[in-house]
């Protein structure tokens, strides 16, 4: 039986790094932005990077949780495997 919250983990993880990725990726497009009809653009731009940065972190710390909780089924698996057979 696979474990659910590991497959969570890898995927969230991986979301989480591009998710923060592109946010970064955005604040440095716009620090390159010279164009003077752009001004208030800026705006856009880092809202833009706010959102995929937090929203990055926010998935990240769900990756966090499921790594946490696979770690503790695994844990216990193997303590009722060790009990399964001391008792035999």
Known sequence: MTNRHRQKYILQLLVGMGLISGGILVIIYTSFLESQDRQGEWYIWAGAAMALINSGLYILGNAFVH??????????????????????
């Open 67 to 88: 790594k946490v909780k696979s770690d503790l089924i695994r844990k216990q698996k193997q303590k009722d495997q060790a009990k399964k057979y001391e008792f035999e």
